[in-house]
């Protein structure tokens, strides 16, 4: 199979505006770039980043081959010289980067890029587009996994996706996020995910009847039969139907399946069925159009459920569809010196923080848990003391104290020189890391329903810098 090139997978004024950037002698001039969110999908307290590792491979692959020039020189409107320029593009850029798993807030700069101001600039679409997709996916089946208190959730969603690549890259994000497997086989092939599923409602009609499906199903799966009792009536024939073949053939591993109707009372009489049958082994799966808020209401409803199988709605973040990144200007260098650029708005959500930035994340020595993250300028030294005070991200007139804490600098250089210099995790690393990090955050961050607002904070002087830009530009 051909590999797609995805180099002219961008919005078409990437290139006009490398064009000019070109044409007009600026296309060398270093330039910074922040990637950053403005909201937390469904109201949540905070968001998981994905996406890094399919970023890196589009940034380390970037290059325009012959059907791309063609293109746009029969498109028009491109000079010469900068076709040219693009037959012998290398990427040369310095990137960091929030490592995949990594619990991110608004506002924050989760990807920076310096480089060339064409180069930078041109790689805008597809970072956002990478980083969006699989940012939210994971978002939300974390947000999933969590309502499931420990129970298993399968990602279930391949045929409900919004194309191929969703489908697989959503997958690899749902894992990410704390999913046990998916149902997209070719993810276990080229990422070793786990491939999961039990059967289609077919497999029971084809048969004669219901008890001949699930005997034939169990003799060919004995190590892993999960037998779909709703294809007639759950409690009528699909559990007693699965009880007789249980019972008859004593398949090592064996489970059940619903995936219509009530689900909190069926899954209550199924496990009652089923221990009465001495069948206590045997696994009670739930799937048909889930999300977090409906696990959590069937749970509390004391639904007997032991994995679930999540589709639709969290392959498309159904409830909340847009992971809003955005990708913005934050500098240009002139001589060895970075003069801070920023955006204006007559929204203020949409102002932008200046200079080239790092990035600190404070964690209380005691319990291991996140306090806040601070924003410096790059040549800042890292927050430390033992009376460091940041504001309220809901009050800026609400400051709070800190002591007897630690920073880390959490973002990572990926590129230098656009030499790649991080070697990417496999992803299972990745999922134990997510939820590891998970972890640190305190529970009012993590509640579903108004949680507290995280702390991210900038620096006094990137407040200083971000003030006295908001008044020299406020003059016109």
Not at 65 to 75: E, T
Not at 76 to 88: D, T
């Amino acid at each position: 199979m051909t590999k797609l090139n995805l180099t002219l997978l961008t919005d078409f004024y990437e290139l006009t505006m490398s064009n000019g950037y070109f044409d007009s002698g600026i296309a060398d001039e270093l330039a910074y770039f922040d990637l950053f969110f403005r909201r937390v999908p469904d109201g949540g307290g905070f968001a998981v980043m994905a996406g890094l590792e399919q970023a890196i491979d589009y940034m380390s692959n970037l290059s325009f081959d012959s059907a791309d020039i063609d293109f746009l020189r029969r498109k028009g409107g491109f000079s010469e010289a900068f076709l040219r320029y693009l037959e012998n593009f290398k990427f040369e850029c310095d990137v960091w980067a929030i490592p995949e798993g990594t619990p991110i807030f608004p506002g924050e700069p989760i990807v920076t890029v310096r480089g060339p101001l064409l180069q930078a600039q041109y790689i805008e679409t597809m970072l956002l587009l990478l980083i969006n997709h699989q940012s939210l996916i994971a978002t939300k089946a974390n947000r999933i996994v969590r309502a499931a208190e420990g129970r298993g959730v399968m990602e279930f969603g391949t045929r409900r996706a919004h194309g191929a690549s969703a489908a697989v890259l959503g997958a690899r994000a749902a894992y990410i996020g704390g999913c046990i497997g998916t149902a997209c086989t070719v993810c276990e092939r080229d990422m070793e995910i786990s491939a999961l599923g039990t059967m289609a409602h077919s497999w029971v009609q084809v048969f004669e009847s219901e008890y001949e499906a699930f005997l034939a199903y169990a003799k060919l799966y004995p190590n892993n039969c999960t037998l779909l009792v709703d294809t007639f009536s759950v409690i009528g024939s699909g559990i007693p139907n699965a009880i007789r073949v249980f019972k008859e053939l004593k398949p090592a591993r064996m489970g059940i399946r619903i995936d219509s109707g009530d689900v909190s009372y069926l899954t209550k009489k199924a496990r009652a069925m089923l221990d009465e049958a001495g069948l206590t082994e045997c696994k009670i799966v739930v799937s048909n159009s889930l999300d977090e808020w409906l696990i959590r209401d069937i749970l509390r409803q004391g639904a007997r459920i032991d994995s679930f199988g999540v589709g639709e709605r969290l392959i498309t973040a159904a409830s909340d569809p847009v992971f809003g990144g955005v990708y913005k200007l934050s500098g240009v260098e002139h001589e060895g010196a970075v003069a801070p650029r920023m955006k204006l708005s007559e929204n203020v959500e949409k102002i932008t923080n200046p200079g080239f930035k790092n990035l600190y994340r404070l964690y209380d020595k005691d319990s291991g848990r996140m306090i806040a993250d601070v924003i410096t300028l790059a040549h800042e030294e890292a927050p430390a003391g033992d009376d460091y005070t940041i504001f309220d991200p809901s009050f800026t007139w609400k400051r709070k104290r800190l002591s007897n804490f630690i920073a880390k600098e959490i973002r990572k250089q990926i590129f230098e020189g656009g030499k790649l210099v991080y070697e990417c995790p496999p992803v299972e690393e990745i999922r134990s890391y997510c939820l590891s990090q998970i972890e640190t955050l305190w529970d009012e961050t993590t509640r579903f329903e108004n949680p507290q607002p995280y702390y991210v904070d900038l620096s006094q002087e990137l407040w200083e810098l971000r003030s006295s830009l908001i008044a020299k530009y406020s003059e016109g």
